[in-house]
């Protein structure tokens, strides 16, 4: 089991910028993937963006794509979500989640960060 800790949310204004951070421990992370997914108030929750452990390559959504960046620092167990450009719609509890690469769902997840964007 991994374990997750979200940090770095918080209110910041329509076209601004904020980086979060997920730092994982409990065991190694090769063989994991990684992923940033948000919930909004009243919406289901989403997926954001993931990378692959040591290998580094991403997916995103298509409604962050240019504007979010997620990088992984191998040094300090941590996964980072860039975000630029930032909307009021992409205001939401942003949750951080580990899953083997070989297997579709994730199983490990942080307890949140709220990031709100005001207009």
């Known amino acids: 089991q991994v374990q997750l800790v979200e940090s770095g949310g918080g209110l910041v204004q329509a076209g601004g910028s904020l980086r979060i951070s997920c730092a994982a421990s409990g065991r190694s992370l090769s063989g994991y993937a990684m992923g940033w997914f948000r919930q909004a108030p009243g919406k289901e929750r989403e997926f954001v963006a993931s990378?692959?452990?040591?290998?580094?390559?991403?997916n995103y959504d298509d409604s962050v794509k240019n504007r979010f960046t997620i990088s992984a620092d191998y040094a300090k167990n941590t996964v980072h979500l860039q975000m630029n450009s930032l909307k009021p719609e992409d205001t939401a509890v942003y949750y951080c989640?580990?899953?083997?690469?070989?297997?579709?769902?994730?199983?490990?997840w942080g307890q949140g960060t709220q990031v709100t964007v005001s207009s």
């Open positions: 990378i692959v452990w040591n290998i580094g390559s991403t």
């Open positions: 989640a580990a899953r083997f690469v070989f297997l579709s769902e994730y199983n490990d």
